[in-house]
């Protein structure tokens, strides 16, 4: 069994165990750069013009993309956006020792979607409030629901649960008491 492990394999990854408990090995690591040269390939290959603007801390790297054909990089309702954060993510982080968690965003997209989204869930909260029922949102994503989730975990009056099975999956808005 140990001359296994002393061979070098095809596709192994080999580490020096002295680094692997170094802390000061993550400064630097290159991650932000990785992301954003991978995010550069896929969009050259999407044929769009655009530029990649990098702003990173220790906990997550940021990449901003800008230029003539950043509305196309959004995607209908972010959809692209999410599709290419996560396939970043998946490349960047493919080891768990020093994950970073990466956003990809055009023009404070992101920013500006969560602000509508928080907008919907107090009217549709007040909504339930009035009238006393149970209000069901549309289907969103994870990332979506959470941010209804957060905005109204203190709005009063109302508590929020989420139904159903992947895609489908809902928000209901449920009202503490009837109003009288």
């Known amino acids: 069994m140990d001359e296994l492990k002393s061979k070098p394999r095809d596709g192994a990854l080999i580490l020096d165990p002295s680094a692997q408990d170094d802390p000061s090995r993550y400064a630097g690591d290159g991650k932000a750069e990785e992301a954003a040269e991978i995010l550069e390939e896929l969009i050259n290959l999407m044929d769009l013009d655009v530029r990649v603007d990098i702003r990173s801390d220790a906990e997550r790297i940021e990449l901003d993309v800008t230029g003539e054909d950043s509305g196309r990089v959004i995607g209908k309702k972010g959809a692209t956006l999410d599709a290419l954060q996560f396939l970043i993510n998946k490349m960047v982080n493919r080891f768990p020792e020093a994950r ?5 965003d055009s023009g404070d997209y ?3 979607h969560d602000d509508g989204l928080v907008s919907m869930a107090k009217r549709q909260a007040d909504r339930a409030v009035n009238e006393g029922k149970v209000v069901t949102l549309q289907p969103m ?8 989730h957060m905005s109204l975990a203190k709005f009063e009056g109302v508590s929020t649960m989420s ?8 928000i209901q808005i449920i009202p503490a008491r009837k109003r009288r």
């Open 110 to 112: 992101r920013e500006r």
């Open 141 to 148: 994503n994870a990332r979506d629901r959470r941010v209804v």
């Open 100 to 104: 970073r968690h990466v956003i990809v």
């Open 163 to 170: 139904q159903g099975e992947g895609m489908r999956r809902r």
